[in-house]
């Protein structure tokens, strides 16, 4: 069943801190596997840094004491998008050309595939655990939301009802429910897991394409709008979206972002050269920390924020692993 909510949208243009400003630090790892995209770092329980080579068909693991990178070859022309790492420390990927999930054993190197079960279904894009350790998971090319059950493996796909909504960044709500941008259309969706049904927010506007997403600790779930360049925010117990344009507006064409300890929002500007990272403070309704990534970043995709060293781990297409470390 599809509900659709109609919505207050309210639109506010950038504003800047006033207050003096400096970039906040960031290091670069340079992956030895070349234009390979390594792509959506995980931070383990351990503190090693998981991450994909999407274009080279590995996973790989960097310890950011040493700077030791070890890499594992997946299957071929498995094409891997993201990867999660549970409590045991296997490791899972997105096999995004071969349509499956999989678990790596760090350990042995060994790898079991889960491949999903109907036809059609194809395109598993990014991965996120719930509270009971399952996997909740978007498939953007087939137009489903994916669930795998721990340790059987057992996958079901539910149907998103708007067509080509192309399912996107995914994160869990409080409520142990997982949201998900619909970047081909200008709606966030969320599975009910006691239904199993997917309900639809749609935006205001009708160009908005959100492409990742983050909670801060009132509720609040808040997205990055690609294609026009705003970061703006759903409160689900009203259906309201309200938007800020980012520093640098149409042109700015924000992809990844994560949410810090200070419930600030963190995106990186991917429309200009080189990337920027830009921090939003909704206490304040203020953007700061503008941090351009040495490499030049080409596009940094996803990135995750990790509360014990508070620091933010991106990928880069430059070829490199990044850090950003938050410092107040």
């Known amino acids: 069943m599809k509900y659709l909510v109609l919505l ?17 630090p960031i290091r670069e790892w340079s992956v030895p596997f070349a234009d390979s995209r390594p792509r959506d770092p995980y931070v383990a329980p351990d503190g090693r840094i998981f991450f994909v080579g999407q274009r080279g068909h590995y996973m790989a693991r960097l310890d950011p004491a040493t700077g030791d990178i070890v890499r594992w070859d997946l299957p071929e022309g498995a094409g891997p998008h993201n990867v999660i790492v549970d409590r045991e420390g296997m490791a899972w990927y997105a096999g995004n050309l071969k349509a499956h999930i999989g678990r790596l054993n760090p350990t042995d190197g060994s790898i079991q595939q889960f491949p999903m079960n109907r036809d059609g279904a194809r395109d598993p894009h990014t991965l996120i655990f719930d509270r009971d350790g399952d996997i909740w998971f978007t498939l953007q090319g087939s137009n489903m939301i994916g669930f795998l059950k721990r340790p059987s493996g057992e996958v079901t796909l539910l149907d998103v009802a708007t067509p080509r909504s192309r399912p996107y960044g995914i994160v869990m709500d409080r409520q142990d429910r997982p949201w998900f941008n619909l970047f081909g259309t200008n709606k966030l969706g969320m599975v009910d897991p006691s239904t199993m049904r997917i309900r639809e927010f749609t935006h205001p506007r009708a160009e908005a394409r959100t492409r990742r997403l983050g909670f801060t600790t009132d509720g609040l779930l808040w997205y990055v709008d690609y294609a026009a360049g705003y970061v703006g925010r759903l409160d689900p117990s009203t259906g309201e979206f309200k938007d800020w344009a980012a520093p640098a507006g149409a042109q700015s064409r924000p992809y990844a972002m994560a ?43 996803h990135m995750v924020f990790d509360a014990a060293t508070r620091s933010i781990w991106f990928g880069a297409d430059t070829n490199t692993i990044g850090r950003l470390t938050v410092e107040d």
């Open 259 to 301: 949410v810090d300890h200070k419930d600030r929002i963190w995106f990186v500007e991917t429309g200009i050269r080189p990337n920027r990272f830009v921090r939003f403070d909704p206490a304040t309704e203020t953007f700061a920390k503008f941090t351009e990534v040495p490499s030049g970043g080409g596009t940094v995709r």
């Open 8 to 24: 207050l949208f309210l639109a506010f243009p950038a504003s800047v801190s006033a207050q003096a400003d400096t970039p906040a």
